[in-house]
């Protein structure tokens, strides 16, 4: 093994070194970063049960030489596979797109020289220059450093940046991924790709295998039990007709071609089409879903884990409150656009109307290295997130900034916790410092008083220490502001006069409590699981309405066995300091008890449980790459309310989807059963395989895409979710299925043998236009189970009115043009044939709206009584 020499700390490593250290480490990557291939993307749209009964279905047609049935079904199959390809591979490059969004660049000492180098070409004793701003791009042990914060919310989930020191071996140490806020460093790199932090992390992700969505379990369920059903009905068909006397192969040939004709052709490509609409809605709305499926998914989700920094909250620390002497100044606005205003009971102040609130604002802008500047509409800030949130309360108060330097400074440290400098104010000579309260007021010797300055007392150290510890249980940081008058540049910190405490917090995105609470009254627990403090985490759930019994930290989940977990679970509680492992198995206990768990997150420290979770839903701004290839879902605004409409979403899809699923099988239960007595009558063929064809892959089928697209009721987001292994098909559905099919395959059936005087040609021609429409019109009933039609708006969806019409048409142009006659073997229909098929279409349309309405009619005059009962009571 060869041994490896350090780099010399002035010159770095050479270009030579670099290279062979680039060979012997691989590149500065993280494997889970890398993009899914086209082909294996392709493939896996044709490993559905559904669409496997579909080829088996095609290769069965060539069997029994139905040529035209086998390519008909063929194309299905392929236009299935390229649509559900397509919708995913543009999530896919979409996905690539944002990757750019991440730095890829990085300065390194090389051949005695500072050069800039991609990122990815990074090596283990490369020296890494830092800089406010630069995001570290391998894990690397500090060489010198100077006033160095770090921003680990990427890793830990902690909002508040961390002080690093070449001197301190606790802190000298920096983690790929993570991002410099304040200062500047020299680290030499100790670890790159897989092996640092971040990649170890990547790997615990990459170690949960392949999910399947609830969707797919559904699907794959209903296509084996269409298979069974397929193979049932062609043998009872084929045994049918062997005892009514026909010809054994005859009728062995007729009962696979029927078991062919059983399965609904349309249906995945109605099922993808239906999912790529929706997903492709909800991209304009700001939520790319990586698999067609995962919008459903969301949708049937009962839990939503959440992490908190950067996802409930703003990820920008804000200054909300300052306290001087019991009174308290309130700042408005989040974030660094210093717009907002600094209210003192309700009254608006700015620096020069009260002299306690304009001393503070003076020691926030003058002890300070940050800054904020206004690019493409929007505010942003360069330094410590600690700085930028007091600079910001400044600006606020319409505070004047320093425009001559600091003349001297005694810099923050993790041992002193604070920090001063020194700067002309007018002709004074002042000192402004800021820090932890406690080492604070260390070195004050008074503080403003209700009236003014006065000696720092004991009682004063209480009267300020509670004033601290009701910010603190509020989850504020608070920070501690002094200033005094100096002789000299070079003044020691000492007898300082306390001026007041800041409290700050990272605070919680506007629109998040709303979301929150629709997800609550839709039946969607919400658990929030961070990296963050207990304290900070519960302030957060409080501000968010989200009900907390207890905070419960990662240490103490670690002490707990599964079944104490299960029954924590069960309770009103929050996780805080919590790693990676923690997220995971969490996600992993919830859905042993059959719940559908969504994870929302955006750091690496979220990338395994987003992977593990039913549907991971990452942020597409601040997100990384880990969390991002680890989510099924990116929600490219980074706003935790387009979670809510995709939810909203995924419930409409599912409810279409058994809507047209329930509409297609009853559709094709007609035909069969139509075909089926037709047989025991001894009757020729009712329907030729042609015309089944027209009927499963035309007709209906783009009748059903328009049922898919039917708008979401009123009341879908306050039914709660629906059971896990609750399927698209029930008993209920079934019974449904049958009573339809059995009238329209009667029906069909009497107009056969009704005009069967006139010619095979016109009776059957009669039969198959009448199966048609009564489709077509039957479409109506499947809108809504318990909704009728003049409730929901007989035109509240245009494309199924505008399917009927064209698909109505079509069949017209099956019958009387030409071409279309010659292929579907049809025969012209006259008056009377279309009167027969017009009355027999009635009962399908006044029979089910009666039902619906005598039903709701029922559910009124319940809940009138229920209420007069309520009220006598």
Not at 392 to 405: D, I, L, N, R, S
Request: net charge negative.
């Amino acid at each position: 093994m060869q041994i490896e020499k350090s780099p010399d700390p002035a010159t770095g490593l050479t270009s030579a070194e670099a290279a062979q250290r680039l060979q012997i480490h691989g590149r500065n990557i993280v494997g889970e970063t890398r993009v899914t291939p086209a082909w294996k993307i392709f493939l896996r749209q044709f490993t559905g049960l559904l669409v496997l009964l579909l080829i088996g279905a095609a290769l069965v047609a060539l069997a029994v030489g139905e040529w035209v049935d086998a390519a008909a079904i063929g194309m299905v199959v392929v236009l299935n596979g390229v649509l559900g390809f397509v919708q995913e591979w543009r999530a896919e490059t979409a996905l690539t797109a944002l990757r750019e969004m991440l730095v890829g660049r990085a300065r390194v000492i090389r051949d005695g020289h500072p050069v800039d180098i991609d990122s990815r070409d990074i090596v283990p004793g490369d020296l890494v220059l830092l800089d406010a701003g630069d995001q570290v791009p391998a894990d690397a042990k500090l060489q010198s450093a100077l006033e160095l914060r770090i921003d680990e919310s990427v890793l830990t989930g902690e909002s508040i940046s961390v002080a690093k020191s070449d001197h301190d071996p606790s802190c000298d140490t920096v983690m790929m991924g993570t991002l410099a806020v304040a200062g500047r460093a020299e680290a030499v790199v100790t670890a790159t790709g897989a092996s640092t932090a971040f990649g170890k992390i990547a790997t615990l992700t990459g170690s949960v295998g392949e999910k399947e969505t609830n969707l797919s379990r559904q699907l794959g369920r209903l296509g084996a039990q269409l298979g069974i059903a397929a193979l049932v009905l062609g043998a009872a068909i084929a045994v049918t007709g062997i005892l009514a006397g026909r010809d054994a192969l005859d009728m062995l040939m007729t009962g696979l071609s029927m078991a062919v004709a059983v399965v609904p052709e349309g249906l995945p490509a109605v099922v993808t089409i239906s999912l790529a609409l929706g997903a492709a809605a909800m991209v304009r709305q700001k939520a790319l879903a990586r698999r067609l499926q995962a919008m459903e998914t969301l949708g049937s989700a009962s839990v939503i884990c959440t992490d908190k920094t950067g996802t409930l909250t703003e990820n920008m620390m804000t200054g909300e409150t300052l306290w001087i002497a019991g009174r308290r100044y309130a700042a408005l606005g989040t974030g660094y656009d210093p717009a907002g205003r600094i209210l003192l009971e309700g009254r608006p102040l700015r620096h020069g109307d009260d002299t306690d609130l304009s001393d503070a604002l003076e020691v926030m802008v003058g002890c300070s290295h940050a800054s904020l500047y206004h690019e493409d509409g929007k505010w942003h800030m360069v330094g410590d997130p600690t700085e930028g949130a007091l600079l910001t309360f400044a600006y606020k108060g319409w505070t004047p900034v320093p425009t001559a330097a600091a003349l001297s400074e005694i810099p923050f440290s993790s041992e002193r916790k604070r920090m001063s400098m020194v700067r002309w104010q007018q002709d004074r000579l002042v000192q402004l410092a800021k820090g932890a309260p406690e080492q604070l007021l260390d070195v004050c010797s008074h503080w403003r008083g209700p009236n003014g300055p006065e000696p720092l007392t004991e009682a004063a150290h209480k009267t300020i220490a509670a004033a601290y510890g009701a910010m603190a249980d509020r989850g504020l940081r608070v920070i501690a502001l002094a200033r005094s008058e100096v002789s000299d540049a070079d003044a020691p910190e000492a007898d300082m006069e306390f001026v007041g405490l800041v409290g700050m917090i990272d605070p919680p995105r506007p629109e998040v409590g709303q979301a929150i609470r629709a997800c609550r009254s839709a039946g969607i627990r919400v658990i929030m699981i961070t990296g963050d403090s207990p304290r900070t985490a519960r302030a957060i759930a409080d501000a968010l309405g989200l009900p907390v019994d207890r905070a419960v930290t990662g240490t103490e989940l670690e002490t707990m066995d599964d079944d104490s977990l299960r029954t924590l679970l069960s309770q009103q509680v929050l996780f805080a300091r919590t790693a990676p492992e923690h997220k995971m198995r969490l996600v992993k206990l919830l859905q042993s008890e059959g719940r559908i768990v969504a994870m929302t997150g955006d750091g690496v420290n979220d990338a395994p449980a987003l992977k593990q979770a039913d549907v991971g839903v990452a942020m597409g701004i601040r997100g990384t790459d880990v969390s991002k290839d680890a989510a099924d879902l990116v929600l490219l605004d980074d706003n935790f309310a387009t979670l809510e409409r995709a939810i909203r979403e995924g419930r409409r899809q599912f409810a279409n989807i058994r809507r047209f699923v329930r509409y297609l099988l009853a559709s094709n239960a007609g035909e069969v059963i139509a075909i089926l007595i037709n047989l025991a009558l001894g009757g020729p063929l009712i329907y030729l395989p042609t015309q089944i064809l027209w009927m499963n892959l035309v007709t209906d089928g783009v009748t059903a895409l328009a049922l898919g697209l039917e708008p979401a009721t009123p009341d879908q987001m306050t039914e709660p979710p629906r059971p896990a292994k609750q399927g698209i098909m029930d008993w209920t559905a079934v019974g449904l299925i049958l009573t339809f099919g059995a009238y329209t395959g009667s029906a069909s059936l009497y107009l056969f043998y009704a005009f069967a005087a006139e010619g095979d040609a016109v009776a059957r021609t009669a039969a198959f236009t009448g199966m048609v429409m009564f489709e077509k019109v039957s479409v109506f009933a499947f809108r809504s189970f318990t909704q009728p039609c003049w409730r929901l708006g007989w035109f509240s969806n245009p494309k199924l009115i505008l399917a009927l019409f064209l698909m109505i048409g079509a069949q017209i142009a099956a019958v009387y043009w030409t071409p279309l006659q010659t292929v579907l073997r049809t025969a012209p229909l006259g008056w009377d044939h279309w009167q027969m098929i017009a009355l027999l279409c009635v009962p399908l349309l006044v029979v089910p709206e009666a039902i619906k309405s005598l039903r709701l009619l029922g559910a009124r005059r319940r809940r009138v009584k229920d209420e007069a009962d309520v009220t006598l009571t």
